[in-house]
């Protein structure tokens, strides 16, 4: 009776349903597959419009940044020519009532009315006062003179000294000149000097003044800096001042050349960082040769050469300006630093460039790395650094070997989930093979894997056989059933060895790529220890160009041809 | 004063422990080694080798009688240089307070500060390392001395 059951059944639908069956289950595993590929996918374009768009809020910030400070600039500059604007027609007074003198040109009624009207137009103001003073000596008033200047010296009583010591070198008063520039002397601190120190040692290393006051400037200069220079503590916060203006020149700088280094090492950061702190030799030798080089240009005549310094100490040491002043350099270095207000905050504390006092040794580094801001001339610069070339040479070093501490003896290699590690990129061929074992590892998973969903099946089918060799007789059923799980069974298998053939061929090409990127990354190193090494033995320019600066070639006189005494 | 001090500068900072404030030894610190006692140093590299063990303690005893920078020698923990005795080894070691000499092999790690050292002392740069408890003195060929804070 069972025999002829299953004779006469019909089985192709069945057959045919478990077919489509089977292709209904490929095909939910294969958009399973693709739904999880564009889930990646999705995932990656949402991590990099993250990214964007956090670079475009950063952009947006620091466009935003330049903007407001250029906006702020306007503000204080128009602020400063508002409230300090009609101090330049006292300034302008000053050096044409000396050069009218000069010429004998002008009526002295002129040059007293004058003097008398920017007495009342500039109240409190010191140099109004000393304009009423220097225009009451040229009408030879004695007693007006010695009013006017007592009223300036209790106005401002360093910048008077300073005005009359320059204004008697210039009508060749020597004697006269050499007690103002005395008195001002005696009110200095070498640790808390005022900005316009910068004209006497501008006027010192221009040649500016006499034989006898060059002398005592000179004693001057080397009493401060001996003194500093026996104080360990100030000796310290030199070195720290140096270092700090040797950090300032550390370049932001990015380095295309490394692709892969920079992409598969997990240390690219470090190993950037270490460079860019290479790249400052460079820079440190293009500054201190430019000033070495820089040929000093005498005026022609010493009323020129002390007009023009004269000019400087009235117009530039104002310190009724510096909070105005301060908050223009604040805004001028966000401008500089394109928009980075944050590192432009931390460059205008380390400056220290607009104090009201600051020390003979903060000077002489403000001399040589802020000329600008300190308004020294090239020869206080090149004095500077004669006079700091130690300090200078100390803190360089220690700079340089802070820097080669830092350098990493060994690198990580990151590839996907493979790590691998390199002390100086020669062990390419042991890394392959790691790399190799780690992607064999994967593949052997990934086909045992398959292997396991194939054993479950094969598990099940070989069960269901069992139960039809037990029953096999008794229904016709049980024979269909040993047909399909066969069916089953030859299909999966099939598949499986696909698959197999698959997983291997994927993980041969993931490895000859791979292996192309560890070649790539490790020859980058090779490439960026050179680098590195060339770069980081420049350092020993920095001395060469230092150490035959004397202190005597800065200090000659250009008017007249008595050296000057300070030597270190 | 108004001078701009900063606290806690790396110069005057001073370690707990006993250890003496940087600032008060770092000029005699930079003061430059004289060429004898680099030579003295340079003798390490063939100590394991070729030295008894009483040559060896000799050279020890003189590199302390000779230290340039008296004052700080109890600061002194030890020196590191790089070691030229074959192609696996990296840097040797003259271990201070320990007055051991080694010789180590580039995955060796180097015991207490002295690992600190290292990849100054493998540079070509230096002639060796001093370590103190505070700070690293990188002792130039020309025998000039670069320091840097141990927490650098």
């Known amino acids: 009776m069972s025999e002829r059951v299953i004779k006469y059944a019909d089985l192709s639908v069945i057959e045919k349903n478990l077919h489509n069956l089977n292709n209904s289950l490929d095909y939910v595993a294969g958009q399973v597959n693709t739904v999880e590929h564009q889930v990646s996918v999705t995932q990656n374009e949402l991590d990099k419009l993250i990214q964007e768009f956090r670079q475009f809020v950063q952009r947006d910030l620091l466009e935003k940044n330049i903007q407001l400070s250029e906006t702020r600039l306007v503000k204080i500059r128009q602020e400063l020519d508002t409230e300090y604007g009609h101090y330049a027609e006292t300034r302008r007074a000053v050096i044409g009532i000396l050069q009218a003198v000069d010429k004998n040109i002008v009526k002295k009624e002129t040059i007293n009315n004058t003097s008398e009207e920017q007495m009342l137009l500039a109240p409190r103001y010191w140099l109004a006062p000393c304009l009423v003073a220097l225009s009451a000596w040229v009408n030879d008033r004695k007693d007006l003179a010695n009013r006017a200047l007592s009223e300036a010296l209790k106005r401002n009583e360093q910048k008077t000294t300073l005005f009359f010591a320059l204004v008697s070198r210039r009508i060749g008063r020597y004697e006269t000149s050499t007690e103002w520039l005395n008195r001002y002397l005696g009110l200095q601190n070498p640790y808390e000097l005022e900005r316009s120190i910068v004209i006497l040692i501008d006027g010192f290393a221009n040649g500016i003044f006499g034989s006898e006051a060059r002398r005592k400037s000179g004693e001057a200069i080397n009493e401060w800096v001996g003194e500093l220079s026996s104080n360990p503590t100030f000796v310290g916060e030199q070195m720290e001042q140096w270092t700090i203006a040797i950090e300032s020149k550390i370049p932001n700088s990015t380095y295309t050349e490394f692709p892969l280094l920079s992409q598969y090492s997990p240390h690219w950061p470090e190993l950037q960082n270490s460079l860019q702190h290479t790249e400052v030799h460079d820079k440190m030798e293009t500054l201190f040769k430019g000033i070495l080089?820089?040929?000093?240009?005498?005026?022609?005549?010493?009323?020129?050469?002390?007009?023009?310094?004269?000019?400087?100490?009235?117009?530039?040491?104002?310190?009724?300006?510096?909070?105005?002043?301060?908050?223009?350099?604040?805004?001028?270095?966000?401008?500089?630093?394109?928009?980075?207000?944050?590192?432009?905050?931390?460059?205008?504390?380390?400056?220290?460039?607009?104090?009201?006092?600051?020390?003979?040794?903060?000077?002489?580094?403000?001399?040589?790395?802020?000329?600008?801001?300190?308004?020294?001339?090239?020869?206080?610069q090149k004095l500077g650094l004669a006079l700091s070339k130690q300090w200078i040479i100390d803190a360089h070093n220690d700079f340089t070997t802070k820097y080669r501490s830092k350098k990493l003896s060994n690198i990580d290699i990151q590839i996907d989930d493979w790590q691998g590690n390199t002390r100086d990129g020669s062990n390419e061929e042991e890394l392959a093979k790691a790399l190799q074992s780690h992607l064999l590892n994967k593949q052997e998973n990934d086909i045992e894997i398959v292997k396991k969903g194939f054993n479950k099946i094969a598990l099940g089918a070989g069960m269901a056989a069992g139960l039809v060799l037990a029953i096999i007789f008794s229904t016709p059923f049980w024979l269909l059933m040993t047909a399909v799980f066969g069916y089953l069974f030859y299909s999966k298998k099939k598949k499986l060895a696909t698959q197999i053939q698959n997983i291997i061929a994927h993980y041969e090409q993931l490895f000859n790529q791979h292996k192309d990127i560890l070649r790539g990354t490790l020859a980058e190193y090779v490439e960026w220890e050179a680098s590195f090494q060339?770069?980081?033995?420049?350092?020993?320019?920095?001395?060469?160009?230092?150490?035959?600066?004397?202190?005597?070639?800065?200090?000659?006189?250009?008017?007249?041809?008595t050296r000057s005494i300070i030597a270190r | 004063m108004l001078i701009n001090r900063r606290k806690n500068?790396?110069?005057?900072?001073?370690?707990?422990?006993?250890?003496?404030?940087?600032?008060?030894?770092?000029?005699?610190?930079?003061?430059?080694?004289?060429?004898?006692?680099?030579?003295?140093?340079?003798?390490?590299?063939?100590?394991?080798?070729?030295?008894?063990?009483?040559?060896?303690?000799?050279?020890?005893?003189?590199?302390?009688?000779?230290?340039?920078?008296?004052?700080?020698?109890?600061?002194?923990?030890?020196?590191?240089?790089?070691?030229?005795?074959?192609?696996?080894?990296?840097?040797?070691?003259?271990?201070?307070?320990?007055?051991?000499?080694?010789?180590?092999?580039?995955?060796?790690?180097?015991?207490?500060?002295?690992e600190k050292a290292r990849t100054l002392a493998a540079s070509p740069f230096y002639a060796y390392i001093e370590i103190y408890s505070n700070c690293l003195c990188a002792v130039h060929t020309d025998g000039s001395v670069s320091i840097i804070g141990s927490d650098s």
């Open chain 2, 9 to 114: 500068s790396l110069l005057t900072k001073v370690n707990e422990n006993t250890r003496a404030p940087i600032s008060t030894s770092v000029s005699t610190l930079r003061e430059k080694r004289s060429k004898s006692y680099l030579e003295l140093v340079q003798k390490i590299d063939v100590g394991q080798g070729s030295l008894s063990k009483k040559e060896l303690d000799q050279l020890i005893q003189d590199l302390k009688q000779q230290f340039p920078v008296m004052e700080s020698l109890h600061l002194l923990e030890g020196i590191v240089a790089k070691c030229y005795l074959g192609d696996d080894f990296e840097v040797h070691t003259l271990d201070l307070k320990l007055d051991i000499m080694r010789h180590y092999k580039f995955h060796e790690i180097l015991p207490h500060n002295l």
């Open chain 1, 293 to 380: 080089e820089t040929p000093v240009m005498a005026e022609k005549t010493i009323a020129i050469a002390v007009d023009a310094i004269l000019d400087r100490l009235v117009s530039e040491f104002d310190e009724e300006e510096l909070p105005l002043r301060k908050k223009e350099r604040m805004e001028t270095l966000v401008l500089e630093y394109d928009g980075d207000r944050h590192y432009a905050e931390r460059m205008f504390e380390n400056e220290k460039t607009l104090e009201e006092r600051v020390s003979f040794t903060q000077l002489l580094t403000n001399f040589v790395m802020h000329p600008d801001i300190s308004k020294s001339s090239i020869a206080t």
């Open chain 1, 534 to 561: 060339r770069e980081t033995e420049k350092a020993g320019k920095i001395e060469d160009i230092l150490k035959p600066v004397t202190v005597e070639q800065y200090s000659f006189s250009s008017y007249d041809s």
